[in-house]
């Protein structure tokens, strides 16, 4: 006998377990307060004493922490900053994937395995190993100036700016952006682009009209790929960033480890998901017509 239903089990289990139980927690935690000479949080659900103890959990629940949220400068600047680097960090990632996308897509199909390669190797060194081989070369006496002195230029003071992380993000994140364009430019017919030349269109013309609007779904993917994980960065703006570079992954961090907040840490991620998950949002309303129209999956 046949149960289809058991094949939607794992995913479903593993969302609950990984997901949906821990977003519970925080959630949870968002809406307790602090308190000392105890677990750094309140109030604790006590089910033994049955139902009154379930009311009273939800009673002292409160949005106290929330409301302290927008009215503190600091968690307004962090959240406006985050968005800010991971925008501009999206920006120049698209400028750079883009034409590499686009150069490994037009290659024969032998050299493509070679180039995509070249692509992934990043991934088979530790991520924070090469966040820390930047420190080596942006700083004061890093390869860089070492590099600019050779050509009698000045030296640049770029570690613990905003350019490092922005240099930062999109070194690590490159492959993020490129990855999904290519596999958007890769799969396209070429001869679109011979008969919307056929048909008068010149190169720059039918790369507008053809094979840009037809690699959107491949932008959309690489830029949420991209800036979603970047508003919640803390590696990189801990160790290429100044102590005044402010982004909700180091307020978190902070507020955890330093400040013992935990509600505010929590209302933090929080807000944090909530924001991203507009963009996912959109970006599934978007692809929508693309999966209902006949033959896109075949």
């Known amino acids: 006998m046949r149960r289809p239903w058991l094949a939607a089990v794992?995913?479903?289990?593993?969302?609950?377990?990984f997901f949906a139980l821990p977003f519970a927690l925080v959630a949870k935690l968002s809406l307790s307060h602090t308190v000392l000479a105890m677990p750094p949080y309140a109030p604790q659900l006590d089910l033994s004493k049955g139902h009154a103890g379930i009311l009273a959990f939800v009673h002292q629940l409160s949005f106290a922490t929330y409301a302290r949220l927008t009215s503190d400068r600091l968690y307004v600047l962090a959240y406006l900053s985050s968005l800010r680097f991971a925008a501009i960090a999206t920006?120049?990632?698209?400028l750079i994937g883009y034409p590499i996308?686009?150069?490994?897509?037009?290659?024969?199909?032998?050299?493509?395995?070679?180039?995509?390669m070249a692509v992934i190797l990043p991934f088979w060194t530790s991520f924070l190993i090469r966040i820390y081989a930047w420190i080596a070369i942006l700083k004061p006496a890093g390869l860089l100036n070492q590099a600019l002195a050779v050509l009698h230029l000045g030296p640049l003071s770029l570690l613990n700016t905003d350019a490092a992380v922005i240099i930062g993000l999109v070194y690590a994140y490159l492959p993020f952006m490129v990855l999904p364009l290519y596999a958007a430019l890769e799969r396209q017919d070429e001869r679109l682009i011979e008969a919307a030349q056929d048909l008068g269109c010149t190169p720059v013309q039918a790369f507008w009209r053809v094979t840009f609007p037809l690699s959107w779904p491949g932008v959309a993917a690489g830029g949420l790929l991209c800036f979603i994980p970047m508003v919640g960065e803390f590696v990189i703006p801990d160790l290429l960033g100044g102590s005044d570079t402010l982004m909700l992954g180091r307020t978190i961090w902070t507020e955890f480890f330093a400040d013992r907040d935990w509600p505010a840490a929590s209302a933090v991620a929080i807000v944090l998901l909530a924001t991203l998950a507009v963009p996912i949002a959109l970006f599934q309303r978007q692809q929508a017509p693309l999966l209902e129209r006949p033959g896109v999956l075949s």
Request: hydrophobic letters at 55%; a positive charge; aromatic letters at 18%.
């Open 101 to 116: 996308a686009y150069g490994m897509s037009r290659f024969a199909p032998e050299s493509r395995h070679g180039l995509l």
């Open 91 to 94: 920006a120049i990632l698209f």
């Open 10 to 17: 794992a995913p479903y289990a593993w969302l609950l377990v």
